[in-house]
């Protein structure tokens, strides 16, 4: 009951913000609320799985591509489109899972690598279907019962969509299922000895994670009302990977910080010094990586337990003065 | 005790590792509520032997039959749902996980809801979730580690990670518990507490099977021993009638003072 309290709560400022913004605003905002969202699913199966892999950017863009073409080459009615995207994603992210979870480490990298870049070569080479390198435009989203839902309104569909992956992952994190994944990363013998099907967790997680890193897609494809190869370049794979790492891999409100301050950080930055944000941005990753690796939440953490420690002892010498 | 159908059947079990044969034709049984031990001089096979029971490797030839089922083919996260669970000699522990948690791992198979109850947040799931921790703590107070809930577990000694190892296990609702060298790298006090958790839990009614290294400890504490050496077993019995005899004493040649002080 609190918790839906605070969801609601959530709800209404995060749509709020959307009602006061200008139009260039209002992409900013909405571009970071599905960073957030990307960054969420992502921390789970890069940070709590601990799988490396670079396929989950290549889902935002499957699943943004499929709702597309689902609408305007198949004529699809919306809910079926949306469906029919998320089935796509489901199928996709088994296939690249049930023999890529075999592999640990590097190789998961790899193979997952391999298949964000095959997905870029089948955007350029797609022909009509994928429109090629200049990607698919010229498309709108469908009423939805007779209602455009557009401006500050389709910002609220964002919000929803956030506070929505938010709550599950919350939820999984806090479930036997999220236990099982921790297990799984923590110490794989242990954890089948607890009874834990490891290659089963494996591949829900990666399926879970990456079919709602599809549904952001789907959410995404009409924020611009175009797609391109572009957009789904390598340079964001490893924009999300550092996103999830600067904020502190593992933690939610680390994704959600580490999202927040690297996609705004260039938009800051290049009024002042042009190009050379990148070089600012490549010297914070290392500084971070070096001085803070439990990221910008660990220094959270270390104020709050500071904190603490000066309190009780506080207490204690009022009780020995 | 031994009127009942045992819980645990071993029969001819055997593991190779290429040329070497690590077991061979080993008969074990086990009933509900009793204590066998396991011993042997280093390299008389204990540990695959626990393996194999534990499920984390294939025997060679023979069978593992647990409560009448015969375990072949079942994969290796199939031992605990069924009823077999372990503790690591070396602990463990997950972990970027509390005490809590770590013990919550264990009742992995025993939660009833599903991924989707989960993902839509029913109020079973939820409250599923909080008997679990109900539970959880009931088992870190058993085994002594109630100030340690919320602890991380990177802050327990050596001797607390055991009892974190033993309360994991009992999550699980094992029939059978094994114990692979409990007692390893325990002082003495903690060994005394270890004595009095594993009786407590036979008295529950579980099976439990140990494999110890320290003879003074399994003596006093086992129903019945076996003696394992070269891959065999030389001698079953209780404890007292064991360390008469000959081949046993033979193979402990070594370790003699050992076998009288206990």
Redesign the interface.
């Known amino acids: 009951m609190k918790s839906l309290v605070r969801y609601i709560v959530a709800a209404l400022v995060l749509s709020g913000v959307a009602f006061v913004l200008g139009s260039y605003q209002t992409d900013v905002y909405r571009k970071l609320l599905l960073w957030i969202t990307l960054a969420l699913s992502y921390n789970f199966l890069f940070g709590i799985c601990g799988q490396v892999a670079f396929s989950h950017f290549a889902f935002y863009g499957i699943g943004a591509y499929s709702v597309v073409i689902f609408i305007t080459q198949l004529a699809l009615p919306l809910p079926l489109a949306v469906l029919a995207t998320v089935a796509l994603c489901v199928a996709l992210a088994l296939v690249v899972a049930i023999p890529a979870t075999r592999l640990a480490g590097f190789y998961l990298a790899l193979a997952t690598l391999a298949f964000a870049q095959l997905f870029i070569v089948v955007l350029n080479e797609g022909g009509t279907v994928t429109g090629g390198t200049g990607g698919l435009t010229n498309y709108r989203l469908p009423d939805i019962f007779g209602v455009a839902v557009t401006g500050p309104w389709y910002t609220v569909a964002i919000v929803l969509l956030l506070l929505g992956t938010f709550?599950?992952l919350w939820?999984?994190e806090?479930?036997?299922?999220g236990?099982?994944c921790?297990?799984v990363?923590?110490?794989p013998?242990?954890?089948?000895?607890?009874?834990?099907?490891?290659r089963l967790t494996k591949v829900?997680a990666y399926t879970i994670t990456s079919a709602l890193a599809g549904l952001a897609g789907m959410v995404y494809a009409f924020v611009d009302n175009t797609v391109n190869p572009a957009i789904f370049s390598q340079e964001s794979v490893f924009q999300l990977l550092f996103m999830v790492i600067v904020g502190g891999a593992?933690r939610p409100a680390g994704a959600i910080i580490g999202a927040t301050v690297l996609y705004l950080l260039p938009l800051v930055l290049s009024p002042i010094i042009g190009h050379h944000h990148a070089l600012v941005f490549g010297l914070f990753m290392v500084l971070v990586v070096i001085f803070q690796p439990r990221g910008l939440i660990g220094l959270w953490d270390r104020f709050i337990s500071g904190r603490q420690h000066r309190q009780a002892q506080v207490q204690l010498r009022k009780a020995h003065p | 005790m031994t009127a009942h159908n045992p819980l645990l059947t071993v029969r001819g079990l055997g593991r190779r590792f290429g040329g070497l044969h690590a077991v061979t034709d080993l008969d074990l049984d086990v009933h509900a509520g009793e204590i066998l031990g396991v011993i042997g001089p280093n390299g008389a096979g204990k540990s695959t032997t626990f393996s194999m029971i534990?499920?984390?490797l294939a025997p060679t030839s023979g069978e593992i039959v647990f409560d009448g089922q015969p375990m072949a083919g079942v994969?290796?996260?199939?031992?605990?749902?069924r009823g077999i669970?372990?503790t690591?000699q070396h602990n463990?522990?997950?972990?970027?996980?509390s005490v809590r948690?770590n013990v919550?791992?264990?009742?992995?198979?025993r939660?009833p809801?599903s991924?989707w109850q989960?993902?839509a947040?029913t109020g079973s799931?939820a409250r599923a979730?909080r008997e679990?921790a109900a539970k959880a703590d009931s088992l870190v107070d058993f085994v002594g580690l109630s100030e340690f809930r919320d602890a991380d577990v990177a802050t327990l000694s050596f001797g607390q990670g055991r009892l974190l190892e033993i309360a994991?296990?009992l999550a699980?609702e094992p029939r059978l518990m094994l114990f692979d060298e409990p007692a390893a790298g325990l002082t003495a006090s903690e060994c005394h507490r270890l004595e009095q958790i594993v009786l407590s839990i036979a008295k529950r009614g579980i099976a439990v099977l140990l494999i110890e290294h320290d003879m003074r400890f399994l003596m006093s504490l086992a129903d019945r021993v076996a003696v394992l050496n070269f891959g065999r077993k030389i001698a079953d019995d209780t404890a007292a009638k064991v360390q008469q005899h000959p081949e046993v004493v033979e193979a402990y040649l070594g370790n003699l003072k050992d076998l009288q002080n206990a």
């Open positions: 709550a599950m939820r999984l806090r479930s036997w299922f236990r099982a921790r297990a990363r923590d110490n013998d242990a954890a089948v000895a607890m009874g834990v099907d490891a829900l593992g | 534990a499920g984390a994969p290796s996260h199939g031992f605990a749902p669970v372990r690591f463990k522990p997950f972990e970027s996980m948690e919550m791992v264990g009742m992995h198979s939660m809801s991924l989960i993902l947040g799931s979730e679990a994991r296990a699980a």
